[in-house]
């Protein structure tokens, strides 16, 4: 393990950036500028609004105004004769094409646009076809529809009595709105060390409803060229492969008939993963009118009605010594999945995977049970750098700690070091089934508490409660379990959660790598070619990285739950070194030696003890496309393909230290200072690194202080703008402070384990526990996020309230 | 109706809608996609431009009040010499991942330094507190604009990143 | 994204004009200036007027005039001209405070004194600050001018004096020797709406008695000046004491509800709590000596 820390300098304070000034940047891993940014800065880059094809028409939906109700008629009739309107299509149309439900990505179905009735706020139920933007939502006004209004189910704890109203009374037999039970570790193991325990605490923790929100929204622009019967798809998606396949099992439409192009992302967080009826409505339109059709929705709708997050009301306990050995933890879930169960996670994971809640301790037993309920809210439930629920995982615990802090009056920083599982027992298997494959926590956690000065601080804090001052401290600490599969175990929809890659060298020496995950931002044209790089010695400038086109990559799952570096990644690598053992044999014909005669340096074979007997790549590339004899069974050409399938998820951590001062008279939060120590393994572009983590951090302050997503007794959604939906903005975050320790990935080609989600997962405890702990003089010792200052304010008056 | 205005530097006219808002006069009228949208309440400000010199978001501006006035896109930051000290800035420091809400920030830190060449931190956030990043965390935006500042003459084209 | 309806778009170079295209084009008729209340109530089809007219070239709206005893104010100042405005911070820091505080700064570029006072969301932070500076509107109709005093133009939430076919097209703040000012407001984030805010101005005399007093508060219930806060401070020398008494007063007179910014006892407390910060910065600045210090 090294360790290195951080203050993540203002550029005066720094030394010449070497990316700009010197003229040998790596070759391989290290600080280097992304090769996406030019295009960025100029403006170029072409999101999925910026394509405008020719003839093409403009969709818009109409969306329910009310949570729950019957549909008792819908007339077209005046929306229809508008002179710019080409089509206008609803639920009765699709039941015509069989396309009025869609399987989702839970083995439930969604309606595509509602036929019987609605289920939430924002439900699809009509969608125009016009010749522009403006005439389609002139349209849509033009529509009548005819409600009764049905009572919601909106709270969660009585979405399973016996008199809830019945939401999904089109699924054959329901009866209520269960959707399943699901559980992880031994409950009667659990039960016997908790039975035994000297202290055991318990507290009702929730994480709220929040969403992703990325800043582009999502859309889609259908293309069917009926002739051929062709779809080309353009669309917001970050799993453009699987969303290819499941086209063509939902549409009918042969997947080989279907490209699509996933363009530039402005941002996804998982909120791209799906497939919102938006997208088949284009397909539908373009079909029907025998036009291209784009439908880009609005803030209101992507907030409304695409894939949010969390909505886990937990009771989590926590069993120990008085000395403060943490023995197990248990917890029971109430998880709101909305309307339909459309979350996106591996089949046999429905609660995805919050089983990790054992976090980064060693525990004599561990037990969780889930149960999933419908209500009358949007579908969705996996989304926003969650890392399939990791995100809820650790916040339980991590609170739970603290929790357990206060009632030892135990420091708990102090109280998570006794309790870490130690470096010699990694590979750890915990409780729940997982093995972590590396780690060494104590090291990242001293870290944290060394640069942020964590005595002083304590000592800080006392003298301010001297003066009625309240000042918080918050530590956390996270295990992750990312990069999905291995494939037999994980699958989505059937499809194995495997990526490919395939890397082809030019005759020139340059080189393209073509890849099934795609980016949002996170740099992946600049991170595969340093991957590749690093591994054959070509600049990463002469690396081409291709991606979002299911017509020239290869099949993969996407790009999601911190998958693209421990999974692509892996592939790349992979790729990369059958090319490299491939141009050894071709070096060898060349060289006229032996292929065991020649050595490796970075970017060329050479003979052993003669260096200067050598091929470079671009040799060797020259001589596979030109007129050497190539041995046997070597084809004429230096390409490689790989399908990864990863034998085990990578278990990134970190190390997290929040500092608040909360303004005792309005309740107002100001975060001071953010330390963040992250283990991500090896690091590729530690630029790149950097800059997950910090938009990671600012994701974790939004939620612990202001992102939310609520909804009043009648349903309706009260975070629909960003109005009040509220994300942070430069004020309300401070520098980030980062440090790193290295302890690779022992399973992964490179080591690597993915740092997508790490802070947005591990930042919010951080944050709550800092709130928390400011509000000690008021003996709290839990409220939930949002800590805007009104709830801040009611917990003071010892009055916290939970937020659903 | 008819709109003329300045979009930079050179004179259009154009027929529009009256209802068209400034946003899509740019991106569909004129193809100036640089410029994005993200919400519609003129909360994000990835919309933004500057109107004779001020960052204003152009979701809330209609294109007709526009007509007789200055505007100036991300297509426009670049000059004859090569990129803005701003648009460097932005690749030297990691103030852009997505890259949807860069040019609306990289066109306000261009209007911050036209008029305080130095600004600290705290004068930079605040300057950007407009407009919502849902990628960096606005630290390295930050740390962007301060490399801006500190080479202002900076007029080399991007080839040390592409060459 | 979301779009307004069809309308028809008018310019006006004058008051005159700007008067002349209302009357012509009647109750369908809204003017727009910075446009950041009216074009998204547009966009939602909450507001569809038939005519949209223009005012931002009427450059007789636009200006910061000093006169002797009074400050004039065109309505068509932008907010963060004001923010710019040395004159304006010295002689009322509460303007300054406030427009710190308003939407953001992309937003007060565009965004107009008038058209706030016009707009009189009950969220709206210069209602507050005109109240307690005691200032007048100056409402240009087909008849000619008038002015009238705030109590008299905000007439509660979304109402005002300035009709239909009226123009606001002046804001006058009166000098007073020895005022301080302040303005002190919860958001749940920059940009946001208030969750409450509060506003006050002091006038001392040179022995350092309270000589006027005006308290306001924004997006608590209360409309106009917290009447019984002002009057407990009168003839009193400022201290802690008697501004935990017109706190409490004036928290006695808000009347909030409940939103997703807070609770009513919340809101009701931070009227006496932000009360108190307002009346503790205008004091100071008004040249009152160490005794509103601390508490």
């Given at each position: 393990m090294t360790a290195v820390q951080e203050r993540s300098p203002m550029p005066q304070e720094r030394e010449a950036n070497p990316a700009m000034d010197?003229?040998?940047?790596?070759?391989?891993?290290?600080r280097v500028q992304r090769k996406e940014d030019p295009r960025f800065v100029r403006g170029k880059g072409r999101y999925l609004d910026d394509i405008v094809l020719p003839g093409m028409l403009h969709g818009a939906i109409l969306r329910s105004p009310m949570a729950h109700a019957r549909i008792v008629s819908i007339d077209t009739t005046e929306a229809l004769a508008h002179p710019k309107v080409h089509a206008v299509v609803t639920g009765k149309d699709l039941e015509g094409l069989n396309l009025a439900w869609a399987p989702t990505l839970s083995a439930d179905v969604q309606a595509v646009l509602a036929t019987d009735k609605v289920r939430f706020q924002g439900q699809e139920v009509a969608f125009v076809v016009a010749e522009d933007r403006y005439s389609a939502r002139d349209a849509l006004e033009l529509i009548d529809v005819e409600y009764e209004d049905l009572p919601p189910v909106v709270d969660v704890r009585r979405a399973l009595d016996a008199d809830a109203p019945v939401i999904r009374d089109d699924l054959e037999g329901r009866t209520d709105n269960h959707i399943f039970d699901w559980e992880a570790g031994d409950a009667a193991e659990t039960e016997v060390v908790f039975a035994r325990a000297d202290v055991v605490v318990s507290e009702e923790v929730v994480y709220p409803r929040v969403h992703p929100a990325p800043m582009e929204t999502c859309g889609a622009i259908a293309d069917y060229e009926p002739v051929e019967g062709r779809l080309t798809l353009y669309e917001t998606s970050q799993a453009p492969h699987a969303h290819r396949t499941l086209f063509a099992m939902v549409a009918g439409i042969p997947e080989h008939k279907i490209r699509v192009v996933s363009p530039d992302i402005g941002g996804g967080f998982g909120n791209k993963v799906g497939i919102y009826p938006g997208y088949i409505l284009a397909v539908v339109g373009s079909i029907v009118t025998g036009k291209p059709v784009k439908w880009v929705e609005d803030r209101s709708e992507n907030l409304m009605s695409t894939s949010f997050a969390r909505d886990y009301i937990m009771r989590g306990e926590v069993a120990a010594t008085r000395e403060g050995k943490i023995l197990a933890v248990r917890t029971k879930v109430l998880a709101d999945h909305g309307a339909f169960n459309a979350t996106a996670q591996p089949t046999k994971y429905p609660a995805g995977f919050f089983s990790i809640f054992t976090g980064s301790y060693d525990l004599q037993a561990a037990h969780c049970s889930v149960t999933g309920v419908y209500t009358n809210k949007a579908p969705?439930?996996?989304?926003?750098?969650?890392s399939f629920r990791v995100t809820e995982a650790v916040y339980l615990v991590e609170r739970m700690v603290d929790v357990l802090a206060a009632e030892l009056g135990m420091d708990p920083a102090e109280l998570r070091l006794r309790n870490f599982i130690k470096p010699e027992q990694f590979p750890y298997k915990n409780k729940t089934g997982w093995e972590y494959d590396s780690g060494d926590y104590e090291p990242a956690l001293r870290m944290a508490m060394e640069q942020i000065g964590y005595d002083e601080l304590r000592r800080e804090q006392a003298e301010k409660r001297g003066r009625g001052e309240l000042m918080g401290i918050g530590v956390s600490f996270f295990t992750e379990t990312v990069g999905a599969g291995p494939r037999k175990h994980m699958d989505i929809v059937g499809l194995g959660m495997a990526d490919g890659a395939e890397v082809r060298v030019h005759p020139t020496g340059k080189a393209v790598v073509r890849l099934s995950v795609q980016t949002q931002g996170q740099g992946h044209e600049t991170t595969f070619a340093q991957i590749l790089a690093e591994e054959l010695g070509i600049p990463p400038e002469d690396v081409d990285v291709v991606h979002g086109d299911t017509d020239q990559t290869p099949f993969g799952l996407g790009t999601y739950g911190s998958r693209s570096t421990p999974v692509s990644g892996g592939a790349v690598a992979l790729a990369a070194r059958k090319v490299k053992d491939k141009a050894r044999l071709i070096a060898a014909a060349m060289l006229e030696t032996r292929p065991e005669d020649l050595e490796w340096e970075k970017g060329r074979w050479s003979v052993k003890g003669d260096p200067s007997a050598g091929k470079t790549m671009a040799e060797i590339a020259l001589g596979a496309h030109g007129t050497v004899e190539l041995p046997e069974g070597v084809d004429g050409n230096l390409d490689a393909e790989v399908t990864y399938d990863p034998p085990n998820l990578t278990f990134p951590f970190g190390a997290y230290i929040c500092v608040v001062d909360v303004d005792?008279?309005?309740?107002k939060v100001h975060v001071r200072r953010f330390v963040a120590v992250d283990d991500?393994?090896?690091?590729?572009?530690p630029m790149i690194v950097e800059g997950q983590i910090h938009g990671g951090l600012a994701d974790g302050v939004g939620m612990a202080l202001m992102e939310f997503i609520g909804f009043d007794e009648q349903g309706n959604c009260l975070g629909g703008s960003f109005m009040d939906y509220l994300i942070p903005t430069a004020m309300e975050v401070p520098d980030w402070e980062t440090g790193y320790t290295v302890t690779p990935s022992p399973h992964h080609p490179i080591g690597a384990k993915g740092i997508g989600e790490s802070a947005t997962v591990g930042s919010p405890p951080a944050v709550v526990n800092a709130v928390v702990d400011a509000l000690a003089p008021f003996g709290i010792r839990h409220m939930d996020m949002p800590c805007t200052p009104a709830r801040v304010w009611e917990a003071m008056q010892g009055r916290p309230t939970p937020p659903i | 109706m008819q709109v003329t205005m300045t979009v930079n530097g050179a004179e259009v006219t154009r027929d529009v809608e009256p209802r068209q808002l400034l946003v899509h006069f740019l991106r569909e009228t004129l193809g100036l996609t640089g410029t994005h949208w993200g919400?519609?309440?003129?909360?994000?400000?990835?919309?933004v431009v500057l109107v004779d010199g001020l960052p204003v978001k152009s979701c809330t501006q209609l294109a007709a009040m526009t007509s007789g006035h200055e505007v100036r896109t991300v297509e426009g930051l670049a000059g004859g010499a090569g990129l803005d000290p701003v648009q460097q800035g932005f690749m030297a420091e990691h103030g852009l991942q997505c890259g949807f809400c860069t040019p609306g920030m990289m066109l306000t830190a261009r209007a911050l330094l036209d008029r305080d060449p130095d600004p600290d931190e705290a004068t930079i956030r605040e300057a950007i507190s407009g407009q919502i990043c849902r990628c960096t965390g606005y630290a390295t935006i930050v740390r962007s604009v301060r490399w801006a500042a500190e080479h202002p003459a900076a007029a080399a084209t991007d080839q040390e990143v592409t060459a | 994204m979301q779009v307004p309806a069809p309308f028809d778009y008018a310019r006006a170079t004058s008051v005159a004009e700007a008067l002349e295209l209302l009357e012509r084009h009647g109750e369908e008729a809204r003017l727009v200036a910075g446009g950041h209340s009216l074009l998204p109530m547009m966009k939602l089809r909450l507001a569809r007027p038939d005519w949209v007219v223009d005012i931002n070239d009427v450059a007789e709206l636009r200006h910061i005039t000093e006169e002797p005893g009074r400050l004039r104010v065109g309505a068509l100042t932008r907010h963060a001209e004001l923010l710019g405005s040395e004159v304006v911070g010295r002689l009322f820091p509460i303007v300054h405070d406030a427009e710190r505080v308003i939407a953001d700064p992309v937003v007060r570029n565009r965004g107009t004194i008038g058209g706030s006072l016009a707009q009189a969301d009950p969220a709206e932070d210069l209602t507050t600050v005109c109240d307690v500076l005691r200032a007048e509107v100056v409402i240009a109709g087909r008849d000619g001018e008038r002015v009238v005093a705030m109590p008299e133009f905000h007439r509660g939430p979304y109402e005002t004096a300035c009709a239909q076919d009226e123009i606001v097209t002046e804001v006058r703040f009166p000098v007073r020797a020895g005022q301080g000012s302040a303005y002190e407001k919860v958001e749940r984030r920059v940009g946001d709406w208030a969750v409450a805010a509060a506003g006050a101005a002091l006038v001392l005399d040179d022995g350092g008695a309270i000589t006027e007093a005006a308290v306001g508060l924004t997006?608590?219930?209360?409309?106009?000046?917290?009447v019984e806060a002002a009057a407990v401070l009168v003839g009193q020398r400022p201290d802690e004491a008697l501004f935990a008494e017109a706190a409490r007063l004036a928290a006695a007179a808000s009347a909030p509800v409940e939103d997703g910014r807070g609770p009513v006892d919340y809101k009701r407390h931070l009227a006496d709590e932000l009360t108190r910060r307002v009346l503790r910065t205008a004091a100071a600045r008004a040249g009152a000596l160490t005794a509103v210090q601390g508490g």
């Open positions: 010197a003229p040998d940047r790596p070759i391989g891993y290290g969705g439930g996996v989304a926003y750098a969650c005792p008279g309005t309740g991500c393994g090896t690091r590729i572009n | 919400c519609d309440t003129s909360n994000c400000g990835t919309c | 997006a608590l219930g209360l409309e106009g000046l917290a």
